[in-house]
């Protein structure tokens, strides 16, 4: 090895160093810029917006979400929303959204939340897996909107259906709403991904967990569960 050809490349290895130090520092930044920009948008939108980090808690809620509610930012952060949620309605709501979690998966539940006045109301909330620009997985970002008034006058889900609902697995589920939406197995399949004889195994299991045998019941069931609209 030549004399001074070590410090040479150390001396190479340290600037390189340097150089990603900038680039991650520069990266952050430009994180951080975004994410305040989104969250002055979001405090001025009319409908109510929250967002979790990689460990499903929540990190975010605009104005109009604290609003109804009628609490302060500290109280709703991590799982305190959840204090919230009506006891009928809890299980459900919260299996759908660490299942759409941990798939990284968009979803979409009704479920009734307490609002500022104390009264419990239904929302709608929808949700999709947000990203960092380098493709990272960063999340969940949701907004909720009250459908009390589409609610208002037909019914309060049935505990044992929702019971029986909650027996079926995720994917079973989604088939169970979208066949009870007025979807035939084949549009399902399509729907999902799947193939026809996996959608049509998936319907077979759901008449038979729910103990029914033709797709009446099934939607029955769907409606009785708070699943779809009557």
């Known amino acids: 090895m030549a004399p001074g050809s070590l410090p040479d490349d150390v001396s190479r290895l340290r600037a390189r160093l340097a150089e990603l130090e900038a680039e991650v520092e520069g990266y952050r930044r430009r994180q951080r810029t975004s994410e305040e920009r989104f969250r002055s948008l979001a405090d001025t939108a009319p409908v109510m917006i929250l967002m979790s980090d990689t460990n499903a808690r929540c990190t975010y809620f605009n104005h109009a979400w ?5 609490r302060a930012l500290e ?6 929303w959840t204090e919230g949620l009506h006891p009928d309605d809890r299980d459900l709501c919260l299996e ?20 500022a006045d104390g009264e419990y109301v239904w929302v709608e909330l929808s949700g999709v897996p947000r990203y960092h620009d380098n493709g990272e997985f960063a999340g969940l970002m949701a907004s909720a909107i009250d459908v009390s008034d589409r609610k208002r006058g037909f019914f309060t889900p049935d505990e044992e259906s929702v019971r029986m609902v909650l027996a079926l697995t995720e994917r079973e589920r989604q088939v169970l709403v979208l066949i009870a939406q007025g979807n035939s197995t084949k549009q399902a399949a399509t729907t999902l991904g799947i193939s026809y004889k996996t959608a049509d195994s998936h319907r077979s299991r759901i008449l038979e967990k729910l103990g ?6 099934m939607v029955r069931y769907a409606i009785r569960a708070g699943l779809i609209e009557p």
Request: charged share 25%; aromatic share 14%; net charge positive.
């Open 66 to 70: 604290l609003e109804f509610r009628g």
């Open 75 to 80: 109280e709703e952060l991590g799982n305190g």
């Open 96 to 115: 759908s959204y660490l299942k759409s979690f941990s798939s990284r998966s968009p979803f979409r539940m009704q479920y009734r939340i307490q609002k």
């Open 212 to 217: 029914v045998h033709e797709t009446a019941s």
